[in-house]
């Protein structure tokens, strides 16, 4: 096996911070969902789906309704980004470039289909495309914190 070259030790060095950027907004989300749950529901939603539904119930409390347009959107955009946080957090990655320049990366997870049942499940994309997607789960993200600090204030959540 051959030394990477320094453009392939860049693109593997660049997917992992892409790939930390992802992982981190994606957690960022998820933490606030339960954080939120906590506190108002004194239960600790440990699925995502339970989150999201703990989220939503909330969004339909009297007192939140004014946030209820709002919190089911934060809801249903981080389901937008579950397949790519799964190949992100499970996924093994391998890198193919070519004399041109050109890249690939191929991701590899399991799912489960079944007791006892599981399907190899591949996605295959670029630098470009992965550092598309880190900039637009950060912007999401931005958005889900700026919220959550202003219901937070409103309804004096932090005290």
Known sequence: MEEPSEFQKSLVKE??????????SYAQVE???ADIAVK???KFPYLIDKRIKAVRRIAEREG???????LEQVCDDLLKYDDVRKFMAHGFVS???D????????????????EGVFELMRAQTTLPRLQNAAEDITRYVSHVVKLFERIYLEKKLEQ
């Open 15 to 24: 997917m992992t911070y892409v790939r930390g950027r992802i992982l981190t």
């Open 99 to 114: 004399p041109a320049g050109n890249h690939l990366y191929e991701m590899l997870m399991y799912e489960r289909r079944g």
């Open 64 to 70: 939140y309704e004014s946030y209820k347009v709002e």
């Open 95 to 97: 890198l193919t470039t």
């Open 31 to 33: 933490f606030l969902l």
């Open 40 to 42: 108002l529901e004194l």
